[in-house]
């Protein structure tokens, strides 16, 4: 363990001097290749040091108690010692947490594709729903959000919304939303106050940057025409919409919010890159362990991950069978209490695995 420990004080030193190399500051993707990983080790390293210190306080307090002569001073003695020793086990427990295998898409943007699915326009309402409480959700932890492309319903909702969150922990926070979220409310279309199952889909990508994913362009099929919808005089009165076909995986994206074409497209790519680069990982997971494969507790995309029943207030995450009475504060973006249970979960079983 202490090898490992030393490797890593080793590596954060190396990091440190390489982020003052003229060569890593002029090469924009090793630069920031290297400032993540110091920024990842720092506070491993911090918890080692505090481990030594307090390892180091412990055994002098050992050695003063056996040299003392003093009983007042030995029981001192004892409970700076006692002290010393707590604080290296919890720090040896921080430390594990620390040093469990890191996501892979951490620090990442992401991008969230809502769509609306079973149930009409109402699932589309629902649709806007979840777009708002995840507006919402961003504006609390102080994150950025960059709207791509929103698609209204007849009625007010959302055929589909795409966007791109940016944040430190936007990916560790987000990556647990991607599945069939579904609702049980009475529609605004229902005339007898029946309660109505409805849901949407929602698909939470890490944005890909050019270096990750290669692609050809004679695997491109690009096509272009006339935005339809609301949008201003020229937005519907010139060929500014792309649709982008990648033709070896059959990936469609389609951007007409913007009126340049080359908006649009640069929009439509950013989207591709990340939708290809999480098919890329999907296949990788998928020669994994089942219990490395799954995001959280057996979850896939053929079940739904959460229910939100209107009628009891009531908000339950199936994959972990977590559920709270306070319906509407999630959707206003109070997302944190579902997301922490989500984490724990996620942490408890990796340190299961780790253990076994």
Same mark, same amino acid.
């Given at each position: 363990?202490?090898?490992?420990?030393?490797?890593?004080?080793?590596?954060?030193?190396?990091? /440190?001097? $390489?982020?003052? =190399? +003229?060569?890593? *500051? #002029?090469?924009?993707?090793?630069?920031?290749? !290297?400032? @993540?990983?110091?920024?990842e080790l720092t506070p491993v390293v911090?918890?080692?040091?505090?481990?030594?210190?307090?390892?180091?306080?412990?055994?002098?307090?050992?050695?003063?108690?056996?040299?003392?002569?003093?009983?007042?001073?030995?029981?001192?003695?004892?409970?700076?010692?006692?002290s010393a020793e707590a604080d290296v086990?919890?720090?040896?427990?921080?430390?594990?947490?620390?040093?469990?295998?890191?996501?892979?898409?951490?620090?990442?943007?992401?991008?969230?594709?809502?769509?609306?699915?079973?149930?009409?326009?109402?699932?589309?309402?629902?649709?806007?729903?979840?777009?708002?409480?995840?507006?919402?959700?961003?504006?609390?932890?102080?994150?950025?959000? /960059?709207? $791509?492309?929103? =698609? +209204?319903?007849? *009625? #007010?909702?959302?055929?589909?919304?795409?966007? !791109?969150? @940016?944040?430190?922990?936007?990916?560790?926070?987000?990556?647990?939303?991607?599945?069939?979220?579904?609702?049980?409310?009475?529609?605004?279309?229902?005339?007898?106050?029946?309660?109505?199952?409805?849901?949407?889909?929602?698909?939470?990508?890490?944005?890909?940057?050019?270096?990750?994913?290669?692609?050809?362009?004679?695997?491109?099929?690009?096509?272009?025409?006339?935005?339809?919808?609301?949008?201003?005089?020229?937005?519907?009165?010139?060929?500014?919409?792309?649709?982008?076909?990648?033709?070896?995986?059959?990936?469609?994206?389609?951007?007409?919010?913007?009126?340049?074409?080359?908006?649009?497209?640069?929009?439509?790519?950013?989207?591709?890159?990340?939708?290809?680069l999480k098919l890329a990982q999907d296949?990788?997971?998928?020669?994994?362990?089942?219990?490395?494969?799954?995001?959280?507790?057996?979850?896939?995309?053929?079940?739904?991950?959460?229910?939100?029943?209107?009628?009891?207030?009531?908000?339950?995450?199936?994959?972990?069978?977590?559920?709270?009475?306070?319906?509407?504060?999630?959707?206003?973006?109070?997302?944190?209490?579902?997301?922490?249970?989500?984490?724990?979960?996620?942490?408890?079983?990796?340190?299961?695995?780790?253990?076994?």
């Open positions: 363990m202490h090898d490992r420990w030393d490797s890593l004080l080793s590596e954060h030193v190396t990091l /440190e001097s $390489l982020l003052s =190399d +003229p060569a890593v *500051l #002029g090469d924009q993707s090793r630069l920031r290749e !290297v400032s @993540r990983r110091y920024k911090e918890c080692i040091r505090n481990i030594e210190a307090r390892t180091s306080d412990a055994e002098a307090a050992r050695e003063l108690i056996a040299m003392s002569a003093d009983a007042t001073e030995r029981e001192q003695l004892k409970a700076e010692r006692e086990a919890r720090l040896e427990e921080e430390l594990r947490m620390l040093l469990l295998p890191k996501d892979p898409n951490d620090g990442r943007p992401v991008i969230m594709e809502i769509r609306g699915a079973e149930g009409g326009e109402e699932a589309n309402l629902f649709a806007r729903d979840l777009y708002e409480m995840y507006l919402g959700y961003a504006t609390r932890r102080g994150w950025k959000v /960059e709207t $791509l492309s929103v =698609d +209204p319903s007849d *009625l #007010g909702g959302v055929n589909q919304a795409t966007f !791109v969150v @940016r944040g430190d922990d936007a990916w560790s926070r987000l990556k647990f939303e991607g599945g069939p979220h579904r609702v049980q409310r009475v529609p605004v279309t229902e005339s007898q106050g029946r309660i109505h199952t409805s849901s949407a889909t929602v698909m939470v990508l890490p944005e890909a940057e050019e270096v990750d994913v290669h692609i050809d362009d004679k695997d491109l099929q690009i096509d272009v025409y006339r935005a339809s919808g609301p949008g201003g005089q020229s937005v519907n009165t010139t060929d500014s919409a792309v649709r982008i076909t990648h033709l070896p995986t059959g990936l469609v994206v389609t951007m007409q919010d913007e009126r340049s074409q080359l908006q649009n497209r640069a929009r439509a790519m950013t989207v591709l890159r990340s939708r290809l296949e990788m997971d998928a020669k994994m362990s089942a219990e490395r494969r799954s995001q959280v507790g057996g979850g896939g995309r053929g079940e739904k991950i959460r229910t939100y029943n209107f009628k009891e207030n009531r908000l339950t995450d199936h994959r972990i069978g977590f559920t709270i009475y306070s319906l509407g504060d999630v959707l206003a973006g109070d997302l944190d209490g579902v997301v922490d249970a989500l984490a724990t979960d996620e942490r408890s079983r990796q340190l299961a695995g780790d253990r076994d």
